[in-house]
């Protein structure tokens, strides 16, 4: 049921449909999807929009901890669920019992899990990370074919995928993406020639997926582009998404006050003129950022208002001095759309100096989700 709270989510799973749809038209029907939903599906909740991801016939689903994994076990789903930010020797029991995927870029832990899971009787499926060049986590390349040889040899491990990650695929130069994909396109083919047979191979992000075909491999690993934004504000690629949250939260005092009235915390704004202000029940601990502060706006009554004053732990406020015939009780867009007007995620991210992902990932817990389809 939605919650009564004034500040919530709307999460639009057609648009989510839509998304994934156009990750299918472009990689064809010959290839794997394993859909990046860590993070609560970057804010869209992980448990809902995982069973939208399994009911459209996506078997693999991304996650970056066992926490996340079991979380998706307890809310119901059976897909191969996939660790892809990797694991602890003592995190190992709790693969095993929740059925989770590792990815693997430690011999030490490796041999550790072969050893654990052949105690419990059962075999578990693996992934292996190779480093191309973004410098996280990964078996170098001069360590692959040695490393991928030994993981195959463990009696209770199967390895089913190999990956990487691109560093920069969101950016016009591809001169380091490029030099990625060919360092990872040599290393299949040198596991190939060896005779060893994997599954999958996959190194493309969204940015990959939406300009990259040459980096398809046969399984793709889309994060950003499900939830219906490109990689960059100046991202290329020309594929058609649509937004699948929008924030939103209402007035909950309306107040007028005279020229030269300081606002908030630390009045960082005085009021210039007689002015009419919204005060609306949410914050940064919403995940509403406190560099917002006199720098975003909102949508009332299909206009922009300015975020005026500092941003607050439960409360901003907005100066709707020029938007006439408001109450408390109306309705304000943080994201969204609100008549012709629209802000999105990296509008937020650019008013405050970070990006999109960072944006959706950071709307709080207590902000409520509300599914629509």
């Not at 040889?149 to 491990?157: C, D, G, K, S, V």
């Not at 560093?167 to 994909?181: H, S």
């Not at 990872?184 to 599954?199: D, N, S």
């Not at 309306?254 to 003129?273: D, I, N, Q």
Request: with cysteine.
């Amino acid at each position: 049921m939605p919650s009564p709270r004034p500040t919530s989510a709307e999460i639009d799973l057609q648009a989510f449909r839509f998304n994934l749809n156009q990750i299918k038209r472009l990689i064809g029907p010959e290839r794997g999807i394993l859909a990046v939903i860590k993070a609560n599906a970057y804010g869209h909740g992980a448990v809902p929009v995982g069973h939208v991801l399994v009911q459209e016939g996506v078997e693999h689903l991304g996650v970056a901890t066992v926490e996340e994994g079991t979380a998706l076990r307890q809310g119901g789903l059976t897909a191969e669920i996939t660790v892809l930010g990797g694991v602890f020797p003592d995190q190992h029991d709790q693969l095993i019992e929740h059925d989770l995927t590792p990815v693997l870029y430690n011999l030490n832990w490796a041999e550790a899990l072969s050893k654990t899971v052949a105690a419990a009787g059962t075999r578990l499926p693996v992934h292996v990370k190779i480093d191309t060049g973004m410098g996280r986590v990964g078996f170098a390349l001069e360590e692959a074919e040695q490393a991928l040889t030994r993981i195959a040899e463990l009696p209770a491990l199967q390895l089913v995928g190999v990956l990487s990650h691109f560093a920069d695929a969101d950016l016009q130069d591809r001169t380091f993406t490029d030099w990625q994909l060919q360092r990872f396109v040599a290393l299949e083919e040198r596991i190939r020639k060896r005779g060893m047979a994997v599954p999958f191979w996959h190194l493309s992000n969204s940015a990959a997926v939406m300009k990259f075909p040459a980096a398809f491999f046969n399984m793709v690993r889309p994060g950003i582009m499900l939830y219906g934004y490109p990689p960059s504000e100046s991202f290329p690629g020309k594929v058609p998404l649509k937004p699948v949250l929008s924030w939103r939260t209402r007035i909950i005092h309306l107040k007028e006050v005279p020229r030269g009235t300081p606002l908030s915390y630390g009045g960082t704004f005085v009021t210039r003129r007689r002015s009419r202000i919204a005060t609306l029940p949410v914050g940064y601990a919403d995940g509403y950022p406190r560099r917002l502060s006199n720098r975003a706006q909102v949508l009332v009554g299909g206009r922009r208002a300015p975020v005026v004053g500092t941003v607050t732990m439960d409360m901003i406020l907005a100066d709707v001095t020029d938007i006439d015939a408001l109450a408390p009780g109306d309705v304000v867009t943080l994201i969204g759309r609100d008549g012709a007007e629209t802000i999105s995620a990296w509008d937020l991210a650019r008013w405050s100096d970070t990006i999109a992902y960072e944006i959706l990932c950071c709307i709080g817990a207590r902000v409520p989700r509300h599914y629509v389809d």
